[in-house]
């Protein structure tokens, strides 16, 4: 059975870019206000709340998020992203090295022979782990299920 996606990028960019510009609008901030406070240009800024760019790399969205006083946690869930860094607090040292085997066993640097850049390859690692997190939890209930027989 599978649970629910932890990464997704199922947001468009338009969604994302509408979404953005009205918590921005929310905080009072004007688009070179926050470009100024993000240190992004604000011709690029208006271009993601437009719709006419691409969601933002991780490191840009922390930036916005930074820079508009809000927690990143808050920008990336609007762009579609969760952080699957976040080790759950039953996390092992054992399921740690398991995780990193899992990554490097499964880890490919290409999709369908197109190389993949830096952002691609990090987008890749943290779903990986968010779906290692769930999968293993899920192992943890189905245990737990199975002595409560």
């Known amino acids: ?10 947001n468009s960019n338009a969604e994302f870019g509408s979404k953005l510009k009205e918590l921005r609008n ?6 070179r206000q926050l470009a100024l ?3 992004i240009s ?3 800024l208006s271009q993601v709340e437009n719709g006419k760019r691409s969601i933002p790399k991780p490191a840009t969205l922390e930036k ?26 039953w996390a092992t040292e054992k399921d740690f090295a398991d995780l990193e085997k899992y990554l490097n066993d499964n880890t490919k640097k290409n999709f369908e022979g197109a190389v993949l850049d830096d952002e691609a390859i990090q987008a890749t690692l943290g779903f990986l782990r968010g779906y290692f997190w769930q999968r293993r939890n899920s192992e943890r209930q189905s245990k737990r299920d ?3 027989e």
């Open 146 to 148: 199975d002595t409560d």
């Open 37 to 39: 406070q993000a240190g």
């Open 42 to 44: 604000n011709s690029y």
């Open 1 to 10: 059975m599978h649970g629910k996606a932890v990464f997704s990028m199922d």
């Open 64 to 89: 916005i998020a930074k820079g508009m006083h809000v927690p990143k946690e808050d920008i990336f869930l609007m762009a579609g992203i969760s952080n699957g860094n976040d080790a759950p607090e």
């Open 26 to 31: 929310k905080k009072g901030f004007t688009v």
